[in-house]
Structures are given as C-alpha cells and as structure tokens.
C-alpha cells in the first residue's frame, strides 16, 4: 500500500494529532487507492472519478523557471526582494490557536513539525524543493494551519520562508495570524506593485507572507498572469522555502494553475473526513514524484 494511504490509517488507528511521511510514491498511492475504492464499492465502478477536465501537462516548474529567465521583461525581474518593507508583530491572543509552532502550544505537535522541517531542508540539498504546494482534497482539513505552522518551524531553523494564499476562493492566511494588510496579492497583480512592498514580514519568528486580503473571483486570470509569474521569479532569489496555500483539489481547477509553479506538493489529510475514494480524485493526475510528502492532520 502506498505511503499516502499507510498513513492515513496508522493515523486513524493510532489517533494521532500529526503524522508526516515523506518521499511518497504517487504511483503506487493511486493504485493503492483505486484498490481501496474497489473494495468499498464491493467492485463496482461508480462512474464518479472524474478530478478535472483537464490537465495542463506542463513541464516542472524548475523548467519553466530556467525557460522563462531570459525572456521576462517585467519590473519583478531580477529584482532583489530583499526584506519585506513591511512587518507585523503578532498578538499571541489573536492567533489561532492552532497554530501550534507559534507559541509552543503543543509541544508534540512541535516536534512533529520540525521533523517535517527537518526532512524538507534535507531533501532540499538534493534536489531543487523551494517551491512547495500545500494541498488537499477538501477544505476544512487545516491545510491553512499545516502551512503557517511549517513555516515557522523552518524558520526556526534559519531558513528563509515565505507562505503565498493562493486559496483565493477562501483566503485565511491573515485570519489565522490576527493580522491585517493594506494590500494584498490580487491588488499587486493588477497594479504590478513592488514585490517587495507587498510581501510582510511576520515577527517575532522572522518568515513572511504574501497574502490575498479577500476573496478573488477572477482566480484562474491572476494565477495564470505573467506578473504573478514574474512576482514569484523575483521572490525565489531571497527565500529558501516558498509554501503555496493552495485551494482544495476537489471542485478547483486552479490547483493545476499552481502546480505550474510548483517543485512538489504536501498532501493535507485530515483522519476520518478524507475518504479513499477522493483522495484517488485529489491526486489521479499527479506525476509520480510529485507528491514529497503527506501531514495526517486531526487538528479542528
């Protein structure tokens, strides 16, 4: 059985708040998940399994990135970012409180995620893995929270990080912070705004985040914009870690847009909502090594 799905039951056997594997096998997570829908359909073909209508089949975004370098003309290009312009100092009674890396609310929980950092900073020094889609198949499964909490723990260990909300459907990054900004990432896109000025800094524990202030119905228009392009190019020179917190894989086409930008996904998933069956859905067209990772996440 594939790692995604021995995951998810140690998880539901076990009870386990977090449980992070990585090096996931895709392959072999689809066929394990197809024999598991198999079984709970007593073999019968449901007729259901249909993600997306469509695939983007583009190549990695590592590819694209080197393709790209010569031909963008746009301000963002070969911009140092740099420090954020700007801060935002957190107010610990603000925060959600799931977010447990923060103020060592959990301290379990904390070990877990600087396990996860741990093996990302690892598998990093041998191949390229900044770009990183956290995703799931639905919403409601703390994707938002495994985001935020794994950027502090790497900064934690002195990397340099960056979390982009790119669920622009249903934006949470500066809910679950307590925080606010002036200007988000739609209104830089439209105006072609300073990266720089755009991004914040989030103190005390140093990562930063380039968020979407509210919801954004043109979604799959800003994703696909060059300036959205050439906003992340710049950003990727000065962080070591870029997390997309992404919009669920189910019901959402523009998680295809994202993984055009994107090294690897981290699979979400949270026990005993997520069934076989739509995780096989969630990810029936990733490539086989796209998947780095899975978090079983219990958390509310």
């Known amino acids: 059985m594939g790692k995604v799905y021995e995951a998810l039951k140690r998880a539901e056997k076990e009870k386990q708040p977090i449980f992070s594997a990585f090096g996931v096998e895709a392959g072999k997570a689809r066929r394990a998940a197809r024999q598991n829908a198999a079984r709970q359909n007593n073999g019968q073909n449901n007729g259901d399994f249909d993600f997306v209508d469509y695939s983007l089949n583009t190549p990695p975004a590592s590819d694209i990135a080197h393709a790209e370098q010569d031909q963008s003309t746009s301000v963002f290009t070969h911009r140092s970012v740099g420090q954020p312009v700007r801060e935002a100092e957190l107010d610990v009674t603000r925060i959600d409180p799931h977010l447990v890396t923060f103020y060592d609310f959990d301290p379990r929980a904390c070990e877990q995620y600087n396990k996860l950092a741990a093996a990302m900073i690892s598998s990093a020094t041998e191949k390229r893995l900044k770009r990183i889609m956290i995703a799931s198949a639905h919403s409601g499964e703390g994707r938002t929270c495994v985001a935020l909490n794994l950027a502090c723990a790497l900064a934690g260990a002195k990397q340099r990080v960056l979390v982009v909300d790119t669920d622009l459907y249903k934006p949470s990054v500066l809910r679950l912070l307590g925080i606010e900004a002036e200007v988000g990432m739609a209104e830089a896109v439209a105006q072609e705004s300073s990266a720089t000025a755009t991004a914040i800094k989030v ?87 796209n998947i780095v990772g899975v978090v079983i996440n219990r958390a509310v």
């Open 203 to 289: 103190q005390p524990h140093g990562f930063a985040v380039l968020p979407t202030r509210e919801r954004v119905d043109n979604a799959a228009q800003l994703l696909a914009s060059p300036v959205f392009r050439n906003m992340l190019d710049a950003f990727d020179m000065d962080y070591d870690f870029i997390l997309f917190d992404s919009p669920p894989l189910l019901g959402s086409g523009e998680s295809n847009l994202l993984r055009r930008y994107t090294d690897a996904t981290l699979m979400v998933i949270r026990s005993g909502k997520t069934s076989s069956r739509h995780l096989e859905k969630a990810i029936a067209s990733f490539a086989e090594d």
